[in-house]
């Protein structure tokens, strides 16, 4: 007749000896070392029996017992009676090993607990399209087209032209970060509006009004920023949509 032996599977050597020491209803401060190492060592030479693939990690645990055990075997120093104090415990690492790892299986139990219960939970699924229809998020331009954007954008740069006045100066770098913070600061100081054209009025370059045009739209992405305009063709006027201290801090574009 053939028996079939069947061994509980444990995910690593402390949660072995947690098993048996509960199992023994054993006080993890005071472990019997000699029993535990030898139900340990029976665990292991039953799972080699069944051909059951053990981690080398249960070996090393194996030789960390019977060194422990070794340890508590060999004759104790003598203690002066005047001193109470005695020598470190051999299973004191153990222990501290031990609980750690009960404290994280602990939680391990309260978060599959959790999930079980979640798992009976059936939430009401939301139509988010009917959500958005309801309540649309605000669109920063209005019915201002990118065909607007660039119209204004040429139209700028025509006039801009012809005033373009001679000066030596050193060329300064012009970059979009640099942009978005001149074009926050100028809104915070103008809480009534700013059209572009007096944006750039002080532009020195085609590539400063280049540049302030990008940094424009970077700050309609994000929402910065609210655009309107009178007519077709006409000056795009620029409002500020948070306050200053809520408003987007340009020093993290990149």
């Not at 090993?97 to 994280?104: G, I, N, P, W």
């Not at 998020?137 to 740069?157: C, H, M, R, Y």
């Not at 006045?165 to 915070?188: A, G, V």
């Amino acid at each position: 007749m053939n028996y079939r032996v069947k061994l509980p599977i444990f995910e690593g050597p402390l949660d072995l000896l947690l098993h048996l020491i509960e199992e023994n209803k054993i006080d993890i401060y005071n472990i019997p070392i000699a029993i535990i190492t030898q139900q340990y060592l029976d665990y292991l030479d039953k799972a080699r029996e069944i051909d059951l693939d053990l981690t080398s990690e249960f070996i090393v645990m194996a030789c960390t017992l019977l060194a422990i055990k070794a340890q508590m075997l060999l004759p104790q120093p003598v203690v002066e009676p005047e001193t109470e104090e005695e020598g470190p415990d051999p299973r004191e690492e153990l222990v501290k090993r031990l609980l750690e790892y009960k404290k994280y299986q602990e939680k391990v139990k309260t978060f599959e607990q959790l999930a079980a219960e979640q798992a009976k939970c059936f939430p009401r699924q939301i139509n988010e399209k009917a959500l958005l229809e309801k309540f649309p998020p605000p669109n920063p331009i209005g019915s201002i087209t990118w065909q607007d954007l660039v119209a204004v954008f040429e139209k700028v740069l025509i006039q801009k032209k012809g005033h373009t006045k001679p000066i030596s100066l050193p060329k300064e770098e012009i970059t979009i970060q640099k942009q978005l913070n001149y074009i926050l600061t100028q809104l915070s100081q103008n809480p009534q509006g700013l059209s572009f054209y007096q944006l750039i009025n002080q532009a020195v370059s085609k590539e400063e009004v280049i540049v302030t045009f990008l940094a424009l739209l970077e700050l309609v992405r994000l929402k910065q920023i609210l655009l309107k305009q009178k007519k077709l063709f006409d000056d795009l006027y620029l409002y500020l949509l948070h306050s200053e201290e809520e408003s987007f801090n340009a020093d993290t574009f990149s």
